[in-house]
Structure formats: structure tokens, C-alpha cells
């Protein structure tokens, strides 16, 4: 790309506004007008400034955890009357067992001379080694809202495992105040004339094949003849590591202290149409490999279950308390509307569903011998289905207690 003279019309480099206030994927820039200096220093690669900052003001923190984490200590419930994602005593729990997913960095590069050439900055990438991950599982700290909040980005890609310079992204705009335009496309550029200043918003991707990423964020600057790559400074800490998680799919989401057991997006993103409460015991389960969202012969049935049943004549709620041993499951059922008790008898358990023979008490005046039939969604609930007296009865149970 060009210098930007001064005095000179628009020169071609990059650029697309955009005011947000929503996460983002990728690399951001957004340029300042000009500071002036009234010294008279000379452009040289030692005049560069450079801070760093958290990029983006998100709530939301995402942690990789190792599977031999002592879950054991993991809190549930925050000491305190109302927190919104992790509480204290979880995030203590994290820090000191988990490796914190980076956040988008805002870089500040500034020209401190006054006089002389225009000081480039570019080549920017990530610089490292990769590793093979310990077994893991990705968990977030689900919080409210968050973003950058009106910045002018220029949004592009790094990502880990390739040392390919930050290019701008497809659909950018000019940025307002800026005599800078930025190409799609082209390696991202800063040409900071003496007293110039700029930003920079970097968002980091882990590696596409998979591994742990440990390393730097560089840039080469140059001045004229002088040319030398830096190491840029992090927000927090020295070294830049981007984790990635073994158990794919597999997501816990934490939120007023409660643990929520469920599948993940390809982004990471928690599938469900309504949280699902897990127990540490859950969480152990399933990382032993005890619960998969596709086959229910893994799955973990033991606890206290909820919902409502719909189909009837009139509707009403059921409550159930499952106890397993192995492959072995029997259960206590409650209808406490109608009302009705119950005890249910396993009599098949495959990949796909289980069912039980349910037999009411003498005392009650209910249906007997009912065939049961329980089914795993994807979100962790159980979706329950009865044939009681030729209806066909249904409910989505949840997990309680």
C-alpha cells in the first residue's frame, strides 16, 4: 500500500465502518486523524509506540478445562444474592484450572515523531508452536450483553497454526474521518505518518487442525530502510495461548452459578431450547464418557425429573426420581393432579431409547401396566411418551433438584 501524504487525495489500502456492539471474528482496525507534535523528532522504527487492551467488552468468558480437573471443587451456586454467568468462587475455580479462551486485543500504534518518512506497520501475525490439546471440554461463563459499542471496525481473520499476514475482510467500507481506504483482500496496512495514531482490534481463531496454540502476536515495522519485526505486548501476560478442546460438541454453560449441561454449535454455542441443570456428578459423567447427546445407553438417567403432560383428556404435570445401577434402572413416578403414584420397571435399554412397565398402586385409581417409552433430546431433556388407556400421552422432562 501507499503512504498517506499529506495533502494527498484518498490512497487505496483498506477499509469497512462498522459501529458494533456484538462480538467479532477477526481483525479490526480503525484509523485516528493525526496528533500533533510541536518537536522536531525523525521518523525511525524505535518511535513506535504500542499498548494493548482487552478488544472487546464482552461478558462472556469461555475457559478450555482439562478432564482430570478436580470437579469434585467445582461450585455451583455463587455466594452471592445475584450473578450473572460465573460467580467469584467459580471464576477462582477456573483461574487456577483452566485455560481462558483470548478475547479480541485492541492494539494503539502511534508514530511519536514529528518530522521525517511515515512508519509502516504490517505483516501481522501469530508467530509459535502448536500442541497436541489434553483431553478437555470447552465451558462458558454465560453473561449479558457486551461489545466494542460504536467504534468504526475494519473486520478481517487470524487464525492459529498459519503465520499468514492479517488481510482486510471481503465486505468493508470506508472509515468515517479517515483519509485512509482499505482494500478487501490486501495485507493489512498501517502507514502512520509522524504523529500519527491507530487502531487496531484483533480477534484470534484456535488452530484449524485442531491443536493448542503457543506463541506471539508480530508485526514487521519499517521506516525507510529500516526494517524489524516486533513482538506486540498482550493485555494480560506475556504469552499467547489459544486452547483448543478435545470433547467437540460437549459444552457446560454456567449461569447464576448454576451448571448447565448441554451440545454445542460449531461455534461453541450452547443448543438448547431451555437450560438443563447438571450436577458435578453429571459433569463427571460425561467426561469419563458416560453421556452423548446420540446414544442413550450412555446416558445418565439418575436424578429428579419434571414436566408436563400433554394428550389427555385434561392436562397435569408428572414428577419422576430415577435410580440407575449400570444398565439397571428403575424409577418412582408422581402425578400430582390427577392424583397418582406410580413405579416404573425397566424393560429395554437401547442406542436410542429406553422404555419401562409402569404399575400403579392398588390405592389409586389409574391406569396399570402402562408401556413407558423415554427418549434423549439433544439438549439433555427426556422426552417422555405413554399409551394410558388408548391415548397416546406425552412431556419433555427436565431435570431437577
Not at 100 to 116: C, H, M
Amino acid at each position: 500500500m501507499n503512504s498517506v501524504e499529506s495533502g494527498a487525495g484518498r490512497s487505496r489500502a483498506t477499509a469497512i465502518s462498522v459501529a458494533v456492539a456484538v462480538p467479532v471474528v477477526g481483525l479490526v482496525i480503525a484509523a485516528v486523524g493525526l496528533v500533533p507534535q510541536l518537536t522536531a523528532t525523525t521518523t525511525t522504527t524505535d518511535g513506535l509506540s504500542v499498548t494493548a487492551h482487552d478488544g472487546i467488552s464482552m461478558n462472556d468468558t469461555t475457559w478450555v478445562v482439562p478432564v482430570d480437573a478436580p470437579w469434585s471443587d467445582f461450585p455451583l451456586f455463587s455466594s452471592e444474592d445475584f450473578t450473572i454467568g460465573c460467580s467469584p468462587e467459580q471464576l477462582g475455580w477456573l483461574s487456577s484450572n483452566a485455560v481462558l479462551v483470548p478475547e479480541p486485543i485492541r492494539f494503539e500504534f502511534a508514530n511519536r515523531a514529528d518530522a521525517g518518512q511515515s512508519l509502516s506497520i504490517h505483516s501481522i501475525h501469530l508467530a509459535g508452536k502448536e500442541s497436541d490439546p489434553e483431553p478437555s471440554i470447552r465451558l462458558r461463563c454465560a453473561e449479558n450483553g457486551g461489545g466494542q459499542g460504536g467504534v468504526p471496525m475494519v473486520v478481517s481473520g487470524l487464525q492459529a497454526g498459519s503465520e499468514a499476514p492479517a488481510v482486510v475482510g471481503p465486505d468493508q467500507e470506508d472509515i468515517p474521518g479517515s483519509d485512509v481506504v482499505y482494500t478487501p483482500g490486501e495485507i493489512v496496512t498501517f502507514n502512520l505518518r509522524p504523529g500519527d495514531t491507530s487502531q487496531l482490534f484483533l480477534a484470534l481463531d484456535a488452530a484449524a487442525d485442531l491443536r493448542t496454540f503457543t506463541g506471539a502476536v508480530v508485526a514487521t515495522v519499517s521506516s525507510g530502510d529500516n526494517v524489524r519485526n516486533v513482538e506486540l505486548p498482550l493485555p494480560h501476560g506475556d504469552e499467547l495461548v489459544i486452547p483448543v478442546e478435545t470433547l467437540k460438541g460437549d459444552l457446560i454453560e454456567v449461569n447464576y452459578g448454576m451448571a448447565m449441561c448441554g451440545w454445542a454449535d460449531e461455534k461453541g454455542r450452547l443448543i438448547s431450547s431451555s437450560g438443563v441443570r447438571c450436577s458435578v456428578t453429571d459433569i463427571v459423567r460425561r467426561l469419563e464418557g458416560d453421556w452423548d447427546s446420540n446414544r442413550s445407553g450412555q446416558i445418565s438417567l439418575s436424578g429428579n425429573w419434571s414436566g408436563d403432560v400433554v394428550g389427555d383428556s385434561h392436562p397435569y404435570s408428572i414428577n419422576v426420581t430415577i435410580l440407575e445401577d449400570g444398565n439397571v434402572a428403575s424409577a418412582t413416578a408422581t402425578y400430582p393432579e390427577i392424583p397418582c403414584a406410580a413405579t416404573w420397571t425397566l424393560t429395554s435399554r437401547s442406542d436410542s431409547a429406553v422404555t419401562f412397565t409402569e404399575r400403579v398402586s392398588q390405592e389409586y385409581v389409574c391406569y396399570d401396566n402402562v408401556p413407558i417409552t423415554i427418549k434423549f433430546n439433544p439438549d439433555g431433556s427426556l422426552q417422555y411418551s405413554a399409551l394410558s388407556g388408548g391415548a397416546v400421552i406425552t412431556a419433555t422432562l427436565f431435570r431437577v433438584g
